[in-house]
């Protein structure tokens, strides 16, 4: 299930990607920051707008950062008394 606000901006970013085919990616991108349509630019709406846009335009970049983490097995102390 898409959130409400990716499902509101999405075929607006589509449709301005859309009029401006051919067009230089500088040319497109001020093209998609005129075409906001949330009013401020902060918080979750333009963070999801921003998303959006990089999905679409194929400049998301993969992020793995699970990857980057190793598990840790500490083993037990043997001085630690057993609570059974």
Known sequence: MKSYWRERCAPIIAKVIEENKGK?????RK????????GE????????WLDECA????TK???YWHL?????IVPPDPNQMNLL
Not at 31 to 38: C, G, N, S
Not at 41 to 48: E, G, K, L, V
Not at 68 to 72: N, S
């Open 68 to 72: 980057g983490r190793k598990k840790v």
């Open 61 to 63: 970049k993969k992020t």
């Open 41 to 48: 630019r902060h918080y979750h709406p333009y963070a999801i």
């Open 24 to 28: 230089d990616l500088k040319e497109i």
């Open 31 to 38: 093209a998609l920051f005129h075409a906001y349509p949330f």
């Open 55 to 58: 999905k679409q335009l194929g």
